[in-house]
């Protein structure tokens, strides 16, 4: 890329907010009352920590609400005081739930914001510093007309409002916001930000295509359809060697364009094998990649994409955005892919994959349960062992003879490794086993034992490498194998290294299909491996091969394997050659491929004529589903290629059942009918009511007890402002806390409701549960008509800021504003509600909950259900004390717990799930809500 240098020096964003700021109405000292003692600038403090502590100025302004209450605000990652300073008040915008309803006309907020407002550069200020920037970067030369070129950058700067700005050579605005979206979340103009900052700052404007893109040697044919394909990178290595040789053959029924992200020694080749080349820049996010590609599409077309190695996920993602049908063919364990869940996602983004072995495909779906909580196996996974290429990075005239050099005699039986000497490659596990073999063999009197040589091919055995070799080296010295292992580093010629191999071991902790390992096949080596360690163990055993798998990483156990069937696996009868020769034919591999590429074809073009039907198009709700593509804006695109896949991971529309659906895909022939059922099926037993904001018709006047347990203080003002919103409700607030409050805490607890004030300090067990349900047992039940449950959520085991804007949108739902809580807590004017809870995007169950369920229910005569799927998630609700009355039948210390709490598996996380079983078996019906317009 190139990278754009500037000279321009400007006042920064941050000292004109700070400003803007200081010259508020607010108090300051007030804040910093609230703060940690050694805070110096409260104002520094709250544009840095303003999700942490909240600013809450009662009547006027809380922070947090203003965040949940508008949503675009919060998804562009604007500081929430200084948009209502500039512009929410000006736009009858609520700065807290005591201004619903009534906020400030719009002439009253223009004539307080105008002192507030900062300084913006005139446009004849900013049209001069970008004029002077095109001469500079030479988009204009010296002698210019004067009167279009005005014209013209007074038209670029109004375009810019429409993020349509592009000025050849130095600047397009797609791009600049592909590349920083923190510049596409932020309320400030993108090109107004590259005049005064960007350029400065080296940030990058501008991507040459023409740079990027090399003709190749082949001619384009107007008769066929043209594929890219892309490869990580174009080394002289085994994937890098697969995707070269896909593409050559791929060639004569396709017009290819090859893409790499990293050069290599294969670029050259690469080259010659397509009609156009793409030297992807490496180390960008997919929003590059999309914008890239999609200048790539416009030159010319493309009707399909097959991507090679993990890698090159990100541009995965970017291709699934775009609509492209795409295949991926995956070489590697998830659990070394890094960063973690990238295998992941490249599993959801494609729209068919392709592993060599199920092993493989194994840890890519268990990734995928694991970190993503999909529980559905995707319909999208292809399991095809990758054709053998024989490949070699030269040839000399002579052959090469293992043992000529080593010096070893043709009756030695040479035990042969392979890999560079890393962890990963198992050459202590290599070493471990040929040690037993050999003490097995003497232990039998078998005279072989005598003439075992032991071979490890490849680089990286040096005394100075302190991870690895000196290790290696202590084990060989220590047990005697000294004269016996060698490591003649790596050979020019493997295959021709491997015919003088009497056994081959693959002992790697990982490895996913090695070529090295179908080299010693071809020449027929007997084959020893451990199960689930590659994908050459499976595919041994389908073939049964010449070969003997033991346990993962029991070398004994291998050893004993290989000794038991020495003269079998040393007799070079020819069938691993045969094996390795029919079964991994390449030609018949790339044949594969493309009825492969075809079948992504037609996912693609279902899941887009899915996108056209009408319960689709009426129901999905892209406010509600949150995920995308690489933050693409078409949220249904994503939700529907996960379908086709036959997963989700997030409903499509409040109240739906879609993990139901999914359990009986099984039953449903087509995926027409799927839609049809996704888009239908709800959960009929606990409905979603949508809040109005209109309040309640028969507000609820029953006594109400409201249980709020304190760990993080700090939260305490932001939770109050909240309470506030139960002033005509007649409501006492129990507060457990475990920290000491401050008096000024205390008081701001006690005026924010209307009823009495209790607290209690308790000790730190059991999270907010155990405090629930004492205090619940102790001095609620029989005494109040319904119960509310909140603690002070900040979830350190999720992602930054996850936590925050997890807990506001369960405050934002469950009692958001006076009308808005006035109309949750109106479902309890029907008697046989018991239980109200925000409904919740995300796809849950047990988890690791079953047991501690069990145990929860067993005292109450219960039985586990099948699914845990719809819960109050987060532990905050409303229920009607009667409902709850299974809480009085568990013993005192039912959730007495210390800390560590596990992230999850443990009897607190057991009861969110259950109670919505305990209400019902007590008689009650659930009702869930939900507040159109917001997630987490």
């Known amino acids: 890329m190139k990278k754009l240098l500037g000279k321009l ?30 805070v110096d600038d409260p104002i520094k403090y709250f544009i ?5 502590n909240p600013l809450v100025i009662p009547g006027w302004f809380d922070s947090a609400f203003y965040l949940e209450a508008h949503p675009d605000v ?70 210019y007309d004067p009167k279009p070129v005005r014209r013209w950058i007074k038209d670029l700067l109004e375009v810019s ?67 890219l394909l892309v490869s990580h990178d174009a080394s002289a290595t085994g994937a890098p060697a697969v995707a070269l040789e896909v593409a050559r053959r791929l060639g004569k029924r396709y017009n290819v364009i090859t893409a790499t992200l990293r050069d290599g020694a294969l670029r050259s080749h690469f080259v010659e094998s397509a009609i156009l080349h793409l030297d992807l820049p490496e180390g960008v996010g997919a929003g590059v990649y999309k914008y890239v590609l999609r200048k790539l599409f416009e030159r010319v077309g493309a009707s399909a994409a097959l991507l090679n190695s993990v890698e090159s996920g990100l541009v995965t993602e970017a291709l699934a955005a775009l609509g492209l049908p795409t295949m991926s063919l995956l070489h590697e364990f998830a659990e070394y892919t890094r960063p973690v869940t990238r295998m992941s996602r490249v599993l959801l983004a494609s729209d068919l994959t392709v592993y060599p072995a199920s092993t493989l495909a194994e840890s890519g779906l268990a990734e995928l349960r694991k970190k993503l909580g999909v529980s559905h196996q995707p319909t999208s996974i292809r399991i095809q062992p990758q054709g053998y290429l024989g490949f070699k990075s030269y040839e000399e005239e002579e052959s090469f003879s293992l043992r000529s050099h080593l010096s070893l005699a043709q009756d030695d ?139 993962y990483g029991d070398t004994r156990h291998l050893a004993e394997k290989l000794a038991d069937n020495l003269d079998w696996l040393t007799s070079r009868d020819g069938r691993n050659t045969r094996i390795c020769r029919d079964a991994l034919d390449f030609d018949q591999y790339v044949e594969i491929l493309c009825h492969m590429l075809g079948e992504a074809g037609t996912r693609r073009r279902e899941v887009q004529l899915a996108a056209q039907n009408r319960a689709v198009q009426y129901r999905f709700d892209g406010t509600f589903y949150s995920h995308s593509f690489d933050d693409d804006p078409n949220r249904l695109n994503h939700f529907l290629s996960l379908l086709r896949k036959g997963v989700a991971i997030g409903k499509p529309f409040p109240g739906s059942d879609i993990q139901a659906v999914l359990d009986s895909r099984g039953d449903i022939d087509d995926f027409e009918t799927l839609v049809e059922k996704a888009m239908t099926v709800s959960v009929t037993d606990m409905p979603v009511h949508r809040l109005s904001g209109s309040g309640a018709h028969r507000p609820y006047r029953g006594r109400i007890a409201l249980q ?88 350190k085991d999720l992602s930054p800021g996850t936590g925050d804007t997890w807990r506001q949108y369960l405050l934002s739902n469950l009692m958001g504003s006076p009308v808005g809580t006035s109309e949750v807590l109106a479902h309890f004017g029907d008697h046989e509600v018991g239980l ?9 169950d047990e988890g690791q909950n079953g047991p501690h369920i069990e145990k929860l229910l067993e005292p109450l005569g219960l039985k586990r259900r099948p699914h845990y799927r719809h819960f109050p998630l987060g532990t905050m609700f409303w229920a009607r004390v009667d409902a709850l009355v299974a809480l009085d039948r568990w013993p005192e210390g039912t959730f007495n717990y210390p800390e560590p709490i596990p992230y999850d598996g443990s009897v607190l996380h057991a009861f969110e799930r259950v109670i919505p079983q305990l209400v019902e078996e007590a008689g009650f019906k659930i009702q869930r809500v939900y507040t159109s317009g917001t997630n987490w």
């Open 9 to 38: 020096s400007k006042r920064s964003r941050a000292e004109t907010h700070y400003e803007i700021l200081k010259r508020s109405d607010v108090d300051w000292q007030d804040y910093a009352d609230k703060l940690p003692e050694n």
């Open 836 to 844: 109200v809870f925000a409904e919740d995007p995300h796809l849950v």
């Open 48 to 52: 840095s920590h303003y999700r942490e």
């Open 74 to 143: 919060r998804h562009n990652g604007g500081n929430p005081l200084l948009h209502f300073l500039l512009y929410g008040r000006h736009e009858g915008r609520a700065g807290c739930a005591e201004m619903l309803g009534t906020s400030e006309t719009v002439e009253q907020a223009e004539q307080e914001v105008d002192a507030a407002r900062p300084s913006r550069p005139s446009e004849s200020a900013l049209e001069r510093e970008l004029l002077d920037l095109m001469l500079e970067r030479g988009v204009l030369e010296q002698g």
């Open 161 to 227: 409002e429409y993020g349509a700005a592009r000025i050849e050579g130095l600047f397009d605005q797609a791009l600049y916001e592909a590349i920083y979206p923190d510049i596409a979340r932020a309320p400030i103009n993108p090109l107004h930000h590259f005049i005064q900052h960007g350029s400065q700052e080296g940030r990058v404007g501008w991507l040459d295509m023409d740079e990027m893109l090399t003709e190749g040697h082949k001619s384009r044919n107007e008769l066929l359809d043209t594929i």
């Open 413 to 551: 039986l040479l035990v042969v490794g392979a890999g560079h000497v890393q962890p990963r490659k198992g050459v202590d596990w290599f070493l471990q086993t040929c040690l037993q073999l050999q003490q097995i063999l003497h232990e039998r009197g078998d005279d072989r034992a005598e003439r075992l040589q032991f071979v490890w091919l490849g680089n990286g055995y040096d005394e100075n490498d302190i991870v690895v070799s000196v290790w290696l080296d202590a084990y060989i010295q220590r047990t005697g194998m000294a004269g016996r292992v060698h490591f003649p580093g790596a050979v020019h010629d493997v295959a021709a290294a491997l015919e003088d191999a009497d056994l081959y071991l693959l002992t790697s902790r990982l490895d996913p299909f090695p070529n090295v390992a179908v080299d010693a096949m071809n020449a027929d080596c007997g084959v020893g491996v451990f199960e689930q360690c590659s994908g050459i163990a499976d595919f041994v055993a389908a073939q049964e091969a010449r070969a003997v798998l033991a346990p």
């Open 708 to 795: 709020f347990h304190v760990y993080f203080a700090e939260l305490i003002s932001e939770y109050c402002t909240y309470f506030r919103t139960l002033q005509d409700h007649d409501v006492d607030l129990f507060v457990t806390h475990i920290p000491n409050l401050t008096d000024r805490q205390i008081a701001e607890l006690d005026e924010s409701i209307s009823g009495t004030f209790h607290l209690k300090q308790v000790e730190n067990r059991g999270r907010d549960v155990h405090p629930f349900h004492r205090q619940f047992v102790e001095e609620i039940q029989g005494n109040y008509d319904v119960v509310g449950h909140f603690h002070t959520k900040k979830s």
